[in-house]
């Protein structure tokens, strides 16, 4: 008993020496530049909550005009609010905007193009992951539909009010998932067949890899630069779906356990909302940036995508199969 006992408080203690070089680790690179946005015009995807609420706080805070949108009006206007307090800068709005309507992406784009003189930074930050197969109003598989369709139809449309703008930038939010997945399935793109929550969320982020490649292609020489980029390891109210369906299988009081050991597991190894938001704000201000295009970010430094991310063939594929699904070719 008290070998164990001994054992045990080494095991404690070796915890407790690594916890603090563990969590500098995890926290990954930090956005040091100090570029003020005054003047320029901000929208943020999914804003309301998680690393796009501090994404929209920290521009608020650099003095730019700050378009939140989201899903929900009444979760946006408290977070609106909330960082209008926090940063004293009024000119945080709201706007709704569903990424699972292409009507919606349609409407919001409309208001945009109609009613701001410019765009300077548009990120692309929303998302649903490992979700039941779910469709979209459109009758889209709901994650590809949201993650990957909803921003390529968002992004054309506002398109040319980028141009007007530029310089100015898309920041689209992926993630390391999109390593997990071969590729693009382009005979299920809708994957109706044999749905796994799991590989639909792979592809989606690998979609958002090849989409935000192939939009910098196209805008090459505009002024306007794409990038895509991981934020880390976060535990987000993206879990949701994931906790309901681990509790689905084991049942409600081993799922309490589970995701209470999924949760601490983030909490060490993982990032907190604020530095889950360095790479995606470092990507939308950071002036050495300012000029590059294409590429994939994590930690707030430029790295490799998977094979699968650098298919050039894919990219364009997808582009062309995109424009399809969201109208913007017959």
Same mark, same amino acid.
Request: neutral net charge.
């Given at each position: #008993?008290?070998?164990? %006992?001994? &054992?045990?408080?080494?095991?404690?203690?070796?915890?407790?020496?690594?916890?603090?070089?563990?969590? +500098?680790?995890? @926290?990954?690179?930090?956005?040091?530049?100090?570029?003020?946005?005054?003047?320029? $015009?901000?929208?943020? $995807?999914g804003a309301n909550t998680g690393i796009g609420k501090v994404t929209a706080r920290d521009m608020a805070e650099r003095g730019a005009r700050v378009i939140l949108a989201c899903r929900s009006l009444e979760k946006a206007e408290e977070a609106a609010k909330e960082i209008r307090s926090q940063t004293g800068n009024k000119n945080v709005v709201v706007h709704k905007l569903d990424l699972a309507s292409l009507t919606s992406v349609r409407q919001f784009a409309k208001v945009i193009n109609d009613a701001e003189p410019r765009l300077d930074v548009l990120i692309n930050n929303a998302g649903v #992951?490992?979700?039941?197969?779910?469709?979209?109003?459109?009758?889209?598989? *709901?994650? /590809?539909?949201?993650?990957?369709?909803?921003?390529?139809?968002?992004?054309?449309?506002?398109?040319?009010?980028?141009?007007?703008?530029?310089?100015?930038?898309?920041?689209?939010?992926?993630?390391? @998932?999109?390593?997990?997945?071969?590729?693009?399935?382009?005979?299920? &793109?809708?994957?109706?067949?044999?749905?796994? +929550?799991?590989?639909?969320?792979?592809?989606?982020?690998?979609?958002?890899?090849?989409?935000?490649?192939?939009?910098? +292609?196209?805008?090459?020489? $505009?002024?306007?630069?794409?990038?895509?980029?991981?934020?880390?390891?976060?535990?987000?109210?993206?879990?949701?779906?994931?906790?309901?369906?681990?509790?689905?299988?084991?049942?409600?009081?081993? %799922?309490?356990?589970?995701?209470? &050991? #999924?949760?601490?597991?983030?909490?060490? /190894?993982?990032? $907190?909302?604020?530095?889950? @938001?360095?790479?995606? &704000?470092?990507?939308?201000?950071?002036?050495?940036? +300012?000029?590059?295009?294409?590429?994939? /970010?994590?930690?707030?430094?430029?790295?490799?995508?998977? @094979?699968?991310?650098?298919?050039?063939?894919?990219?364009?594929?997808?582009?062309?199969?995109?424009?399809? *699904?969201?109208?913007?070719?017959?």
């Amino acid at each position: #008993m008290a070998r164990l %006992s001994r &054992i045990a408080a080494i095991v404690v203690l070796a915890a407790a020496v690594l916890y603090v070089p563990v969590r +500098r680790w995890a @926290a990954g690179g930090v956005c040091e530049s100090q570029a003020r946005m005054d003047g320029k $015009t901000v929208i943020i $995807t999914g804003a309301n909550t998680g690393i796009g609420k501090v994404t929209a706080r920290d521009m608020a805070e650099r003095g730019a005009r700050v378009i939140l949108a989201c899903r929900s009006l009444e979760k946006a206007e408290e977070a609106a609010k909330e960082i209008r307090s926090q940063t004293g800068n009024k000119n945080v709005v709201v706007h709704k905007l569903d990424l699972a309507s292409l009507t919606s992406v349609r409407q919001f784009a409309k208001v945009i193009n109609d009613a701001e003189p410019r765009l300077d930074v548009l990120i692309n930050n929303a998302g649903v #992951m490992a979700c039941p197969r779910w469709e979209t109003e459109d009758g889209f598989e *709901m994650q /590809f539909g949201v993650n990957h369709l909803g921003h390529f139809l968002l992004t054309n449309l506002l398109q040319d009010k980028l141009q007007q703008s530029a310089p100015s930038r898309v920041v689209t939010v992926s993630s390391l @998932a999109h390593v997990f997945t071969s590729g693009i399935d382009f005979d299920d &793109i809708n994957y109706e067949n044999d749905y796994s +929550r799991e590989e639909s969320y792979y592809r989606s982020k690998l979609a958002n890899v090849l989409f935000s490649k192939e939009l910098a +292609r196209r805008l090459e020489g $505009t002024g306007v630069t794409s990038n895509s980029l991981h934020p880390g390891v976060i535990y987000t109210e993206l879990s949701r779906h994931r906790e309901e369906h681990i509790r689905g299988i084991v049942g409600e009081q081993l %799922s309490k356990v589970v995701n209470k &050991i #999924m949760r601490g597991f983030a909490g060490i /190894f993982g990032k $907190t909302m604020e530095e889950g @938001a360095q790479t995606t &704000i470092c990507c939308a201000v950071a002036e050495e940036w +300012r000029n590059t295009t294409g590429l994939y /970010f994590s930690d707030c430094v430029p790295k490799e995508t998977s @094979a699968a991310g650098k298919d050039d063939e894919a990219a364009a594929r997808l582009w062309d199969v995109s424009e399809r *699904m969201v109208g913007l070719k017959s």
